[in-house]
């Protein structure tokens, strides 16, 4: 089974700093890396899929990148509306799986 | 637009049966694959089962294999997941998800609880 890493699990940030979380893979997936973002006690948006597209009406400032085993994602001007924990999640035809999640919240 | 409603969870003893349902709308729910993801309270996000679009491919952790059943009716534009031999562990808010492409849940429903206690 493929496992998922991410870092930092949780971190703090200004508004208007620049954040960025990896995720990592056991194995090479490729590009197929997609990343959520979960508000309390509501269901998981799609942000970027296939490790670097963006989600259409997702806000430019969210942006992915890397291929292989080494993902990073990069909110370019945190707003406080981006409070949140974010999650990678890789695909295998039909498998899924997680990484732990990143808590972000402001300074 | 896209809607996905779950309904039936609740409160169950350990060793009991749920079924879980999922109500879809606003698309062509026999063109897409199905996703079932669960929530422990306070957890991150786990991937439990997955239905093509066909149901000729099912997959599942195996945290609920051969507990668990997914299935589809696509003349209802309904999923399912028949939950069976339930755990304290299995408590969690359960998702259903379309699956884009057959690779990235897209739309998600809002959830429903279960929990499984004595």
């Known amino acids: 089974d493929i496992q998922m890493t991410q870092s930092p699990s949780s971190l703090s940030a200004s508004v208007g700093d620049r954040v960025t979380i990896t995720c990592q893979a056991s194995q090479d997936i490729s590009n197929s890396l997609n990343w959520y973002q979960q508000k309390p006690g509501k269901a998981p948006k799609l942000l970027i899929y296939?490790?670097?597209n963006l989600e259409t009406g997702v806000p430019s400032r969210f942006s992915g990148s890397g291929s292989g085993t080494d993902f990073t994602f990069t909110i370019s001007s945190l707003q406080p509306e981006d409070i949140a924990t974010y999650y990678c999640q890789q695909y295998d035809n039909l498998r899924f799986t997680f990484g732990p999640g990143t808590k972000v919240d402001i300074k | 637009e896209v809607q996905l409603v779950e309904s039936g969870g609740g409160l169950v003893k350990p060793g009991g049966s749920l079924r879980l349902s999922c109500a879809a709308s606003?698309?062509?729910?026999?063109?897409?694959?199905m996703n079932w993801v669960r929530q422990a309270p306070g957890k991150g996000l786990e991937w439990v089962s997955s239905i093509s679009s066909n149901s000729n491919y099912i997959y599942y952790a195996d945290s609920v294999k051969g507990r668990f059943t997914i299935s589809r009716d696509n003349a209802k534009n309904s999923l399912y997941l028949q939950m069976n031999s339930l755990r304290a562990e299995d408590t969690a808010v359960y998702y259903c998800?379309?699956?884009?492409?057959?690779?990235?849940?897209?739309?998600w429903g809002q959830g429903t609880l279960v929990t499984v206690s004595s």
């Open positions: 998800a379309r699956v884009f492409a057959s690779s990235w849940p897209d739309y």
């Open positions: 606003g698309f062509t729910f026999s063109s897409y694959s």
């Open positions: 296939d490790a670097s």
